[in-house]
Every structure is written in structure tokens, then in C-alpha cells.
T-cell receptor, first 111, second 112 residues
Framework: GQQLNQSPQSMFIQEGEDVSMNCTSS?????WLWYKQDPGEGPVLLIA?????ELTSNGRLTAQFGITRKDSFLNISASIPSDVGIYFC???????????FGTGTKLQVIP | EPEVTQTPSHQVTQMGQEVILRCVPI?????FYWYRQILGQKVEFLVS????????KSEIFDDQFSVERPDGSNFTLKIRSTKLEDSAMYFC??????????FGPGTRLTVT
């Protein structure tokens, strides 16, 4: 089946630093979704991307749909303690009936 | 702001018992999904549902699983005979005409 690999798997950063994480696949995706999940809760949608090359922001978050349609990137600027959590990329391919989730990037922010 | 709700938040059941997990999707959404997440792992797709029928299902969604939209608001996942390995968080999601899926808070299923 399709796989989405995220890197890094986990990261520790100082509060105020910028963060970058990415998501790659061997398959083409039509739409990318980025989610944040706090422990014991459901994923919360952060950003949706619909076109190759698209760059979209949501506050301090910026995500890009890779030109090859096989990758996507999420940047967080000026991190704060509440950014702590697991960030998942997810994507639709084919007929938009199924979303495949990535392996997740665990972010920890040191105050 | 509209949200997806799920009940119960935690369900404990004995192996072999049937469970029904309930979801109320966002009211104007047409596409409904169930996912599961084993502790510490990624979210896995189970099934998608549109126009009162299954659109797609994964290998995990075998004959022990079924979904139903019994009325205009609820969307349920039934596991007929639970196994220990069914223990996981189960998430319902819904989407409207765009492709943004919104998730509920999940039901933690513990099979003993």
C-alpha cells in the first residue's frame, strides 16, 4: 500500500526557534492535509493543500505542496510551548475516498 | 464552530463481545470515515462511506466490522466479536464538498 514517511521522527527545539518537517512518498498525491494531535485527542486539521507548488499559511504555520506531488513540507515559525504534539501529514490519491496518514513527527519545545 | 462528536469516550469490553461506536458527523457533511490508531502508532484508514454505502475499505475492515448511518445524524461502527488486537483509539471523521476531513475526539476501545 501507499506509505508516507515523515522526517524527522522526533525533534526537540528551544522556544522561539523555527521548525521544519517533511513528508515524502513514492506515490503521487492529489491533496495534502497537515494535522496536529495532542495526547489522547483526535487529529486537528491545520492546513490543506490542493495544487502542486502551492504555499499556504495559517498563522505561524506554512505548508507547501511539492512540485513532484510526492512530498509536502510544514514549517512552524517562532515556536511556543503549545506547539508540542505530533504532526501528521496525510494525503489523498486516486479517487479521494481514502486518506493515508504519515508516520508522524513528534515535536517537543523547551521553554 | 461545528464539530464531530463521538460516544462513548472510553469503552471496555470482553473478548468476543460486540461493540458499537457512535459518531455524529458535522451536519452538512456527506462523506464519513472511520480510522483507528493503536497506541503510539499512526492513524490507519478503516472505511469511507458516502450515499449510504461503503466507498472504500482497508484490509483491516474485515467481516467483523460494519458501518451504518441509521438516521440522518448518527454514523456507527460495529465490531461483532472483538479481539484483543482491536484495542485502539477509533476516530470518526467527516468532510463536505472540499477534501478537508475533520476528526472527532475518538473512542478508546479496550478489549480484555
Amino acid at each position: 500500500g501507499q506509505q508516507l514517511n515523515q522526517s524527522p521522527q522526533s525533534m526537540f527545539i528551544q522556544e522561539g526557534e523555527d521548525v521544519s518537517m517533511n513528508c515524502t512518498s513514492s506515490s503521487i498525491f492529489n491533496t495534502w492535509l497537515w494535522y496536529k494531535q495532542d495526547p489522547g485527542e483526535g487529529p486537528v486539521l491545520l492546513i490543506a493543500l490542493y495544487k502542486a507548488g502551492e504555499l499556504t499559511s495559517n498563522g505561524r504555520l506554512t505548508a507547501q505542496f511539492g512540485i513532484t506531488r510526492k512530498d509536502s513540507f510544514l514549517n512552524i515559525s517562532a515556536s511556543i510551548p503549545s506547539d508540542v504534539g505530533i504532526y501528521f501529514c496525510a494525503g489523498y490519491s486516486g479517487g479521494y475516498q481514502k486518506v493515508t496518514f504519515g508516520t508522524g513527527t513528534k515535536l517537543q519545545v523547551i521553554p | 464552530e461545528p464539530e464531530v462528536t463521538q460516544t462513548p469516550s472510553h469503552q471496555v469490553t470482553q473478548m468476543g463481545q460486540e461493540v458499537i461506536l457512535r459518531c455524529v458527523p458535522i451536519s452538512n457533511h456527506l462523506y464519513f470515515y472511520w480510522y483507528r490508531q493503536i497506541l503510539g502508532q499512526k492513524v490507519e484508514f478503516l472505511v469511507s462511506f458516502y450515499n449510504n454505502e461503503i466507498s472504500e475499505k482497508s484490509e483491516i475492515f474485515d467481516d467483523q466490522f460494519s458501518v451504518e448511518r441509521p438516521d440522518g445524524s448518527n454514523f456507527t461502527l460495529k465490531i461483532r466479536s472483538t479481539k484483543l488486537e482491536d484495542s485502539a483509539m477509533y476516530f470518526c471523521a467527516s468532510r463536505g464538498v472540499n477534501y478537508e476531513q475533520y476528526f472527532g475526539p475518538g473512542t478508546r476501545l479496550t478489549v480484555t
